[in-house]
């Protein structure tokens, strides 16, 4: 079993529509928790960044941490195309330096 | 701001060459500093980290070294490519030992 999984997708859905991108962990040590945006051939972009449980918002970016459930997730509010990237999600430990890394999911958004 | 660079961006080297890929930051000192490897469908794999200068802690054996001569730089060498070692080579830096951010990426591709 990987630490992280991640559905790769492709997650296909039309403009405005409320996405929900989700990964699940077995490591019940993981802290902090990130999801990165990844357009084609480029480096991934920090998108939100959270510590132990709960929700945190930004934007149009809503980010929820549940840790009894081992299961984050990451909200796009009203998608627009320029949202289609790959979404990968990440998390660690407290003190060590290894991030690890869900395999990404790939959304598009249809005009 | 802080920046990172990493150079070059695209790389064509036939099996059994030598390589040297280049990482700098911008705009911050004493960085953590980060080589990861990112293979088609398969995230992202930690190949390298480093605390300061001279400190090289290694993820994965490998044909792979890198190094770091000065306290913004990070560099990935090998002395004999394999086919295997191509991919999309991420080099990343960290303050907190958390969130990490990334840099534009090298493609490399062994023929």
């Known amino acids: 079993q990987k630490e992280v999984e991640q559905d790769p997708g492709p997650l296909s859905v039309p403009e405005g529509a409320i996405v929900s991108l989700n990964c699940t962990y077995s490591?019940?040590?993981?802290?902090?928790f990130m999801w990165y945006r990844q357009y084609s051939r480029k480096g991934p972009e920090l998108l939100m960044y959270?510590?132990?449980?709960g929700n945190k918002e930004d934007g149009r970016f809503t980010a929820q941490v549940d840790k009894s459930s081992k299961y984050i997730s990451l909200f796009i509010r009203d998608s627009q195309p320029s949202d289609s990237a790959t979404y990968l999600c990440?998390?660690?430990?407290?003190?060590?330096?290894?991030?690890?890394f869900g395999t990404g999911t790939r959304l598009l958004v249809s005009p | 701001s802080q920046t990172i660079h990493q150079w070059p961006a695209t790389l064509v080297q036939p099996v059994g060459s030598p390589l040297s890929l280049e990482c700098t930051v911008e705009?911050?000192?004493?960085?953590?500093l980060y080589w990861y490897r990112q293979a088609a469908g398969r995230g992202l794999q930690l190949l390298f980290y480093?605390?300061?200068?001279?400190?090289i802690s290694s993820e994965v054996p490998q044909n792979l070294s890198a190094s770091r001569p000065q306290d913004r730089q990070f560099i990935l060498s090998s002395k004999k490519l394999l086919l295997s070692d191509s991919g999309f080579y991420l080099c990343?830096?960290?303050?907190?030992?958390?969130?990490?951010?990334f840099g534009p990426g090298t493609r490399l591709t062994v023929l």
């Open positions: 490591n019940s040590a993981f802290q902090y």
């Open positions: 959270t510590y132990s449980s």
């Open positions: 480093s605390v300061g200068i001279g400190q």
């Open positions: 990343a830096w960290s303050i907190t030992d958390n969130e990490q951010f």
């Open positions: 990440a998390m660690k430990d407290t003190g060590f330096q290894k991030l690890v």
């Open positions: 705009g911050t000192s004493n960085p953590n």
